[in-house]
């Protein structure tokens, strides 16, 4: 399967690991990025999965023949080999029974994970953490979302192991990461790490944001929506620290006009909690007009409550 970059996905309520990009890409290799699909049905559910994990599968073969540095790295790969060939099969089969037709790609899956093939070693898994850490954040989002419409019990029982697993599965790729990846090897830069900020299409301030961010070199997608407040829900951002846009970055949520030393510093330590975020809109924070206030942003817990304190700056 063609593997054509990673997609950032809307909405979790579980945690996702801060993986950072390697030198070994190039800039051409874009990241793309889309909304989960509003399922309305089961059958439009495993279009998708299906693909979704046939991927997954295909890539960690790839860990096992060139990558795998550390063993618990192997155990990932076949674990997620075997668990979600397992669940293809039942999916394939499901498919045939209730519709009458075997499954076939319909092309409207658009892949995550991107081209490993010129990478071993320690670099691709890294890489291939951060990539299938934002990969099981998306196969969670579509579990969750089909569960409202799910009729079928196959569907309940496989979207709720999607979700628990794969949310196990999270953890431990963030615990590998900080065991393969030396202090060099994790350091980040900006122009390596992809931002998607959420914001009404007339804000003013909210593309002030996004111009503070692109002026510090982090590359910076603009997602204009009239659907903040669903957008908040999806990510579990805890109403106490609501601002006027949402973002995403690295595989944690950010709210508000949380300044970019704060950002680098969560990208640095990838403490594990959801996010953090910053309530209101503080004068002279980055976006803001006027004399700067002294800015209290705390972290978002796994759970979408409001956590200690991040930071003061």
Partial sequence: MKKAGLILLGGVVV?????????????????????????SNEREFLEHMIPHHEEAISTAQEVLERGGTVERMVSLSKNIISTQTKEVAQMKENYQTWYGEEYVDQGVYMPMMRELESLSGEPLDRIFLHDMTMHHMGAIMMAQTVLPVAKYEEIMTLANAIIVNQSEEINLMRDIYREISSSESAMIEAKDVIATVYKSPTCGCCSGYVAHLQGKGYDVVAENTDELIAIKEQFGVPSELGSCHTMTIGGYVVEGHVPEEAVQKLLAERPPIKGIGMAGMPSGSPGMPGPKEEFAIYEINLDGTKGGLFMFL
Wanted: proline share 4%; aromatic share 12%; charged share 10%.
């Fill in 15 to 39: 945690a996702v690991a801060v993986l950072f990009l390697d030198n070994s890409f190039t800039e051409k290799q874009q990241v793309q990025h889309a909304m989960v699909p509003n399922f």
